[in-house]
T-cell receptor, first 113, second 114 residues
Framework: EAQVTQNPRYLITVTGKKLTVTCSQNMNHEYMSWYRQDPGLGLRQIYYSMNVEVTDKGDVPEGYKVSRKEKRNFPLILESPSPNQTSLYFC????????????FGPGTRLTVT | SQQGEEDPQALSIQEGENATMNCSYKTSINNLQWYRQNSGRGLVHLILIRSNEREKHSGRLRVTLDTSKKSSSLLITASRAADTASYFCATDGRGSGNTGKLIFGQGTTLQVKP
C-alpha cells in the first residue's frame, strides 16, 4: 500500500531533550516536506527536500533540522525542543514536477512541557 | 503566509443536503487541491484541479476553479454523516513547484447531522 508513515504518533517530552520524528514513504517520491499545524495558523511548511542530500528551509524552520540521506526517509530533528514547538506535525511527499498530489502521513502530536 | 481563504469557516447541514465550500487565493497557481481532515488526523487528498481546468468531478465531489477571480469551490452532494470533517484548499503556486510547498487555507469545518 502506498503510504507515508510517521513515528511516533504521539510524544510528550520536556524542554531541551533532543528528539527525532521519523518519516518514510514507499512511493519513490522525490519531494518530501514537513508541516506543522496550529490552531488559527493552519498548516505551515517547516522544511522540504527535493531529493537525496537536497534540503531547504520552508516558512518556519527555526528550531528544526532535517536530513535526507535516503530517498524514502526524511526525519525531523528538534535539537532542543521548546514549548512553542508543541504542535501537530505532518510529513508529506510527492513526485517531482508540477501537478502532483501530495500524500500526507498520519501526523505526530508533540507536546513539549 | 496563508494564501487560501475559505468560506464559510463552519458549516452545519443535514444528511442528504449538499455542502458548498469556497476558497480564494491571491497569487497565480499551477493547480489547486482540496483535502479532508478528520479531527486531529492526517490529511486525505480529495481532488486536484489544474489552472487550465474549470471543473472537475470525483464521485460526489465537484470542484470548480475560476482563475480570473482566483477562487475555487468544492461541492459535496448528498452529504453523509461520514463527511463530517475539516476541508482545506491548498495551492501550488507558480514558482513553488521546486519546493513541493502547498499553501493552505484555514479550512471549513463541516458537520453533517444524521
Amino acid at each position: 500500500e502506498a503510504q507515508v508513515t510517521q513515528n511516533p504518533r504521539y510524544l510528550i517530552t520536556v524542554t531541551g531533550k533532543k528528539l527525532t520524528v521519523t518519516c518514510s514513504q514507499n512511493m519513490n517520491h522525490e519531494y518530501m516536506s514537513w508541516y506543522r499545524q496550529d490552531p488559527g495558523l493552519g498548516l505551515r511548511q517547516i522544511y522540504y527536500s527535493m531529493n537525496v542530500e537536497v534540503t531547504d528551509k520552508g516558512d518556519v524552520p527555526e528550531g528544526y533540522k532535517v536530513s535526507r540521506k535516503e530517498k524514502r526517509n526524511f526525519p525531523l530533528i528538534l535539537e532542543s525542543p521548546s514549548p512553542n514547538q508543541t504542535s501537530l506535525y505532518f510529513c508529506a511527499s510527492r513526485l517531482a514536477g508540477v501537478g502532483h498530489e501530495q500524500y500526507f502521513g498520519p501526523g505526530t502530536r508533540l507536546t513539549v512541557t | 503566509s496563508q494564501q487560501g481563504e475559505e468560506d464559510p469557516q463552519a458549516l452545519s447541514i443535514q444528511e442528504g443536503e449538499n455542502a458548498t465550500m469556497n476558497c480564494s487565493y491571491k497569487t497565480s497557481i499551477n493547480n489547486l487541491q482540496w483535502y479532508r481532515q478528520n479531527s486531529g488526523r492526517g490529511l486525505v487528498h480529495l481532488i486536484l484541479i489544474r489552472s487550465n481546468e474549470r471543473e472537475k468531478h470525483s464521485g460526489r465531489l465537484r470542484v470548480t476553479l475560476d482563475t480570473s477571480k482566483k477562487s475555487s469551490s468544492l461541492l459535496i452532494t448528498a452529504s453523509r454523516a461520514a463527511d463530517t470533517a475539516s476541508y482545506f484548499c491548498a495551492t501550488d503556486g507558480r514558482g513553488s513547484g521546486n519546493t513541493g510547498k502547498l499553501i493552505f487555507g484555514q479550512g471549513t469545518t463541516l458537520q453533517v447531522k444524521p
